[in-house]
C-alpha cells in the first residue's frame, strides 16, 4: 500500500509540474505576443504621424504654403507663415506642391479664421489647375483682418489635397 500511496504521489506530482511548465510556456507565448503587437501598434502609429503633418490634409507629401509674390519667371518671393498687411486688405500667394500629378481641372482654395469659438470660413474661391502638373499657385488670397488663419486646397469632390496655416498682422 505504501508503494501505491508513493506512485499515486510522484503521478500527482508529475501532473502538476506538467501543468505549470505548460502554463509557463504559453504564458511567455502571450508575453512574447503582446511585445510583437505592441511592436506593430507603435511601428504603425510612427508611420501615421510622419504622414500626416500640420501642412498637409491628405497626404504628407503635399504641401501648401505661402509667398509674397509668385514672378512671372517663375520665382517665389518671400517664403513665410507670418505675412504684414495694410488696415484695407491685402495679399499674399498660396503656393502648392503636390506627390503627383493633382488628376483634376480645377480645385477650390477655401479660407478659414481661427476665432475663440473654432473657425470661420471667410471665403472660398474656385481655381483651374492643370490635371498633369504637381506645383501650383494661387495669386491674391486676400485677406482683412489680422489673425491667424487656415488655407485648404479641395477638389471638387471635397477631398482635401493639402492645407497651411498662416498668420496675417496689420502694418
Known amino acids: 500500500m505504501k508503494n501505491i500511496h508513493g506512485?499515486?504521489?510522484f503521478i500527482i506530482a508529475m501532473f502538476i509540474s506538467i501543468g505549470l511548465i505548460v502554463a509557463?510556456?504559453?504564458?511567455?507565448e502571450t508575453e512574447v505576443t503582446k511585445e510583437e503587437t505592441k511592436k506593430e501598434e507603435t511601428k504603425k502609429e510612427t508611420t501615421k504621424s510622419e504622414t500626416s503633418g500640420n501642412t498637409s490634409a491628405s497626404s504628407g507629401s503635399n504641401q501648401l504654403?505661402?509667398?509674397e509674390e509668385y514672378t512671372a519667371d517663375g520665382q517665389e518671393v518671400g517664403k513665410s507663415d507670418?505675412?504684414?498687411i495694410k488696415t484695407k486688405g491685402g495679399y499674399i500667394t498660396a503656393m502648392l506642391k503636390t506627390a503627383q500629378p493633382i488628376g483634376v481641372g480645377s480645385v477650390d482654395v477655401r479660407l478659414e479664421r481661427e476665432t475663440v469659438s473654432g473657425t470661420e470660413i471667410i471665403d472660398t474661391q474656385p481655381y483651374n489647375v492643370s490635371?498633369?502638373?504637381d506645383y501650383f499657385f494661387f495669386d491674391k488670397v486676400t485677406f482683412y483682418k489680422s489673425?491667424?488663419?487656415k488655407v485648404t486646397v479641395f477638389k471638387k469632390d471635397g477631398t482635401p489635397v493639402a492645407s497651411g496655416k498662416v498668420r496675417i498682422e496689420f502694418e
Do not use: I, L, M
Not at 509557463?24 to 511567455?28: H, P, R
Open 24 to 28: 509557463c510556456g504559453n504564458k511567455k
Open 147 to 149: 489673425g491667424d488663419y
Open 7 to 9: 506512485f499515486s504521489g
Open 82 to 84: 507670418k505675412f504684414f
Open 131 to 133: 490635371p498633369e502638373k
Open 65 to 67: 504654403y505661402f509667398v
